[in-house]
């Protein structure tokens, strides 16, 4: 079974530091998809970055950045200088087919 | 730039009733997701529908759950005889392909709350 695991329930950073989020997962497919979600106070989930498995080279959007390890089955999101703004939930997420699976989350804050 | 809105935004229902979500998705979106996340835990994959069908659900989406878009611009969850544990926030998604090639643009969530 696919599953989606978050170790860090809670983490934080000083404004313009760099912070680290951690995500492993476990699955026998060789073709799927991962995920990084951003989940504001305002509770809509927004897409940060995603990455498809088949390519070695780690996805990138503006500040963020992964580190995809897929021998390692490790997924993790660096946020590089932190804005007030980045402060929300963030949930790494598997897809394969249709279906998502989403760890439980990390806590982000960010100390101005 | 167009969203997938809900209603309503909170839902409060006595334990036994039937309740119903609404989301309008995306105007030219073809596929439509509903998830669940119950308070303090993960966001969970309840059922896909494309083409007027459902193409994939999980576990959880058993008979108490159904799917429906009645009138091809509202996609519809139904609960049928809730339970305290329905409580939870559920999110409506759409996309204008298949996942995960396509996005998924995810609504505001409606949080059912059960008496």
């Known amino acids: 079974a696919q599953t989606v695991t978050q170790s860090q329930p809670e983490m934080s950073v000083q404004e313009a530091e760099t912070v680290t989020l951690s995500c492993t997962y476990d699955t026998s497919e060789s073709d799927y998809y991962l995920f990084w979600y951003k989940q504001p106070p305002s509770r809509q989930m927004i897409l940060v970055i995603r990455?498809?498995?088949?390519?070695?080279q780690n996805a990138t959007e503006n500040r963020f950045s992964v580190n995809f390890q897929k021998a390692a089955k490790s997924f993790s999101l660096k946020i590089s200088d932190s804005q007030l703004g980045d402060a929300a939930m963030y949930f790494c997420?598997?897809?394969?087919?249709?279906?998502?699976?989403f760890g439980t989350g990390t806590s982000l804050t960010v100390i101005p | 730039e167009p969203e997938v809105t809900q209603t309503p935004s909170h839902q409060v229902t006595q334990m036994g009733q039937e309740v119903i979500l609404r989301c309008v998705p995306i105007?030219?979106?073809?596929?439509f997701y509903w998830y669940r996340q119950i308070l303090g835990q993960k966001v969970e994959f309840l059922v896909s529908?494309?083409?007027?069908?459902?193409?994939?659900k999980s576990e959880i989406f058993d008979d108490q759950f159904s799917v429906e878009r009645p009138d091809g611009s509202n996609f519809t969850l139904k609960i049928r005889s809730t339970k305290l544990e329905d409580s939870a926030m559920y999110f409506c998604?759409?996309?204008?392909?298949?996942?995960?090639?396509?996005?998924?643009?995810f609504g505001d969530g409606t949080r059912l709350s059960i008496l």
């Open positions: 105007s030219n979106h073809l596929y």
């Open positions: 998604a759409s996309s204008e392909g298949e996942v995960p090639n396509q996005p998924q643009h």
């Open positions: 990455q498809e498995a088949y390519k070695q």
């Open positions: 997420a598997y897809a394969s087919g249709n279906q998502f699976y």
């Open positions: 529908f494309y083409n007027n069908e459902i193409s994939e």
